[in-house]
T-cell receptor
Framework: QKEVEQNSGPLSVPEGAIASLNCTYS??????FFWYRQYSGKSPELIMF????GDKEDGRFTAQLNKASQYVSLLIRDSQPSDSATYLC?????????????FGQGTILTVHP | DAGITQSPRHKVTETGTPVTLRCHQT?????MYWYRQDPGHGLRLIHY???????DKGEVSDGYSVSRSKTEDFLLTLESATSSQTSVYFC??????????????FGQGTRLTVV
């Protein structure tokens, strides 16, 4: 059973701080990694994806991937109250996967003013 | 927003009755998926489709069946609903199968309660 594990939450940070969200995966053949944000009662929306080892930056968001350690993280700089949501890590396995995503259980982030 | 519509958005049904959820897309994407979301479990794949009449099972397929007779519609059927199938169901679509560029977009979700 391929597994994706996220750091247990909830995570609470003050406004303006850096929020760090972590995810590990069990399948070494995994090739694509995604971070989704989900507001309460809403559907998941894609905020970042990463395929290569290293860092990928997009505005206040940075995704980090370390395939040797089977670890992917999301950093949110200058956190805002509007960033308060559940963050879902998702992985696509290697090979002919038809784009199937395996999700972690999610980490609830609260940014307080 | 990706053109994905799920119906119904909310449904309450009795144990033992059949239930069908519909996912309709206007994006002409080849790949469609049904996930369920439960507290503590994230999203889990039920079934997926890689083309018209081409479907396969996901991680939690027991008690569910699917059909795809047209590119735009993907139906999820609970043959005989049980309380354990109370959940929020999300449909997702993707136009790419490659592991390097697979981005899935989600519908609004259907909240199903089995009493």
């Amino acid at each position: 059973q391929k597994e994706v594990e996220q750091n247990s939450g909830p995570l609470s940070v003050p406004e303006g701080a850096i929020a760090s969200l972590n995810c590990t995966y069990s399948d070494r053949g995994s090739q694509s990694f995604f971070w989704y944000r989900q507001y309460s009662g809403k559907s998941p929306e894609l905020i970042m994806f990463i395929y290569s080892n290293g860092d990928k930056e997009d505005g206040r968001f940075t995704a980090q991937l370390n395939k040797a350690s089977q670890y992917v993280s999301l950093l949110i700089r200058d956190s805002q109250p509007s960033d308060s949501a559940t963050y879902l890590c998702a992985v696509v396995e290697g090979g002919t996967s038809y784009g199937k995503l395996t999700f972690g259980q999610g980490t609830i982030l609260t940014v307080h003013p | 927003d990706a053109g994905i519509t799920q119906s119904p958005r909310h449904k309450v049904t009795e144990t033992g009755t059949p239930v069908t959820l519909r996912c309709h897309q206007t994006e002409n994407h080849r790949y469609m998926y049904w996930y369920r979301q439960d507290p503590g479990h994230g999203l889990r794949l039920i079934h997926y489709s890689y083309g018209v009449k081409d479907t396969d099972k996901g991680e939690v397929s027991d008690g569910y069946s699917v059909s795809r007779s047209k590119t735009e519609d993907f139906l999820l059927t609970l043959e005989s609903a049980t309380s354990s199938q109370t959940s929020v169901y999300f449909c997702a679509i993707s136009d790419r199968s490659g592991t390097w560029n697979t981005e899935a977009f989600f519908g609004q979700g259907t909240r199903l309660t089995v009493v």
